[in-house]
């Protein structure tokens, strides 16, 4: 599976972006979604996942009520909505997949593939 993210850029404290993460070369629909992100000098972070059906999204408790992940599994697409944008989420981006996971769908171990990233910057 190769994944592409896009979508990232420089924002002002507030405002809202939404990344996009395309899937080829596999069966989409099969697998458990992901995005995680890093910081400089900090490691990387679970942020959002999605199981094969979009019910009862994951997140972390820093964007709880702030970012949305769907997917679209007609497009081989999944989606982070990031809306109230704070200086904190300034991270680069990554977009993953795996094969259906449960227990450990937090932990960037559990996933195989990873996109490429795209940077996202909050300005204060």
């Known amino acids: 599976v190769q994944l592409q993210a896009s979508g990232g850029g420089l924002v002002q404290i507030g405002d809202s972006l939404r990344l996009s993460c395309a899937a080829s070369g596999g069966t989409f629909s099969t697998y458990s979604m992901a995005w995680f992100r890093q910081a400089p000098g900090k490691e990387r972070e679970f942020v959002s996942a999605?199981?094969?059906?979009?019910?009862?999204?994951y997140y972390a408790d820093s964007v709880k009520g702030r970012f949305t992940i769907s997917r679209d599994n007609a497009k081989n697409t999944v989606y982070l909505q990031m809306n109230s944008l704070k200086p904190e989420d300034t991270a680069v981006y990554y977009c993953a997949a795996e094969r259906p996971i449960t227990s450990t769908i937090r932990r960037g171990s559990s996933y195989y593939y990873w996109g490429q990233g795209t940077q996202v910057t909050v300005s204060s």
């Open positions: 999605i199981k094969l059906g979009g019910a009862s999204p």
